[in-house]
């Protein structure tokens, strides 16, 4: 199938199209054949579009607040620690509602469980923009409220395209897709930056999204589809949808796919690290200019934080080039190397963590060398976005994919970047309250609580690397027949002979 959905592959019935069964190995009805669900390539490209333009916003809500933080410590007098425990709280609010967004997206209408987190996250960001320096623990509360309707989105949105694409272009529009997590990071820092930097109020930064993400409610009730679960491939239990398994069920699978569980774990390094640098980075940067001369101190709000703008900006390049990078070597190279998207994710996680390391021990020494080391790290960073999604829907059967994504999304936050913001600020005070107090002890302090994630990320590396072992054997699993897969007729034949079907397909493809 070239694009989206179309009346060339209707979704059957429970007793086939038309009310009969089609049999094992008999053909699709030919084009003319009245389809129960179809949808033309244009409407499955323009819903993408409205769904890459929501993951944009999404982003934007995760680091806004990270590029006014100096101005958000100074209203609410809150430490690194206590700084870096907003975002475990937006976080950890994230990682606990995931699950149940999960299990709804798997059985009800997504497009509804969607809205409903757009319309939640962004007005709480509203609200926040109003709370007195008084209440910050309200403050606190609100980030927590964002990340709950963040996860509604976060699960769900990549099984909509699942269902819309299929094989290579299916890769290529999960690549444009998580473009947008980079970009709307480096957007969020740059928002945040600039509004502060026109208005002298870091709040109106709170208060122009969600005018945007209206929009964005609008556009996602319009035009985006809720298709059948597995309406893509034409799979028999996924799009006809048979017996429903229960949630304990598809976990119990989802631990036993290897593949899963160690793309899972590698995910959980890569959120550690973009987590940790995420929030901490601009503030880094800074102190890392003070540190050389190049800008005085900070220590009364509006503060003028030009490595917002620069990290923000070198976040979106490096992003757009590294996940364009990765998707389309992992599509040119899984045709001759069928382990290709594992091993691509671990040789660029491998190749980021020195650079993460040289980025850091360069900074009090060059700065220039530091901005150059960081931007290659996170090049080589972003190469996994589109192809982490990829492995999940390819080794995934399409019932279980909302569960899947969502358990990813618990585990890689609870241990990765649920806790890697505030454990930096946590040992970056530590290690403060042992020193004199001065700007360079300060710098020093946060740097050394950095070192950390060059060693997570090459863990990180590994994590793929078990994946490669076992890729083959679960994605020929999940393409079985009675597991919600691709009937024979819909495959091509070099998907089979690298899962090893091929005989058992010949048959039914030679039936007229």
């Not at 239990?237 to 699978?253: H, L, Q």
């Not at 994605?475 to 819909?490: L, Y």
């Amino acid at each position: 199938m070239a694009g989206g959905m179309s009346a060339e592959y209707p979704e059957p019935g429970p007793g086939g199209p038309q009310g009969q069964s089609p049999g094992p190995g008999r053909q699709c009805p030919p084009p003319t054949t009245p389809a129960p669900w179809s949808l033309p390539r244009w409407r499955a490209y323009v819903a993408a579009a409205v769904l890459c333009y929501i993951n944009l916003l999404n982003y934007m809500n995760w680091f806004i607040i990270a590029g006014v933080l100096l101005d958000v410590q100074e209203v609410f007098q809150i430490s690194d620690s206590h700084a870096g425990l907003l975002q475990t709280v937006f976080i950890g609010c994230l990682l606990l509602s995931a699950p149940v967004f999960g299990y709804l997206g798997d059985r009800y209408s997504r497009k509804t469980t969607m809205s409903f987190g757009i319309l939640l996250w962004s007005g709480a960001g509203l609200s926040s923009s109003f709370i007195s320096p008084r209440y910050s623990w309200l403050f606190f509360l609100s980030r927590g409220v964002v990340g709950t309707g963040s996860a509604s989105y976060a699960t769900i949105a990549p099984t909509v395209l699942g269902d819309l694409f299929v094989r290579d272009e299916r890769t290529r529009v999960l690549a444009v897709f998580y473009i947008f997590i980079p970009v709307g990071s480096g957007l969020g820092y740059v928002l945040g930056s600039a509004v502060t930097t026109l208005t002298g109020n870091w709040r109106w930064a709170l208060r122009i999204m969600p005018c945007l993400e209206a929009v964005a409610l609008i556009l996602l009730i319009l035009l985006v589809p809720d298709p059948p679960r597995g309406a893509a491939e034409t799979q028999g239990e996924g799009a006809a949808g048979g017996s429903r398994s229960s949630w304990c069920e598809d976990v119990r699978y989802l631990g036993k796919n290897w593949s899963f569980v160690w793309s899972t774990l590698g995910v959980t390094a890569m959120a550690f690290v973009t987590g940790a640098l995420g929030f901490w980075a601009p503030k880094f940067l800074l102190e890392a200019r003070v540190v050389h001369g190049l800008q005085p101190p900070c220590f009364q709000e509006p503060c003028s934080n030009p490595d917002s703008l620069i990290f923000g900006s070198l976040t979106i390049m490096t992003g757009v080039i590294g996940v364009i990078l990765g998707a389309e070597a992992a599509r040119r190279y899984k045709k001759v190397i069928p382990r290709a998207e594992p091993l691509i994710c671990a040789s660029s996680l491998l190749a980021t963590a020195p650079c993460l390391y040289l980025a850091l021990v360069l900074a009090p020494t060059t700065l220039l060398a530091s901005y150059v080391f960081l931007g290659l790290g996170e090049l080589l960073l972003s190469c996994n976005w589109a192809v982490v999604a990829d492995i999940l829907l390819s080794v995934v059967v399409p019932r279980c994919r909302g569960t899947a994504e969502a358990l990813q999304i618990t585990v890689g936050h609870i241990l990765g970047d649920a806790g890697s913001p505030y454990l930096t600020g946590l040992i970056s005070s530590v290690l403060r309250a042992r020193r004199p107090d001065s700007y360079l002890q300060r710098f020093l302090s946060l740097q050394q609580s950095f070192l950390c994630c060059a060693f997570i990320i090459a863990l990180g590396g590994g994590c793929f690397l078990l994946t490669a072992l076992y890729l083959e054997r679960d994605e020929a699993r999940a393409w079985q027949p009675g597991t919600g897969t691709p009937d024979s007729n819909d495959v091509d034949s070099n998907d089979l002979e690298r899962q090893g079907l091929l005989s058992g397909a010949a048959a039914s493809a030679e039936e007229p």
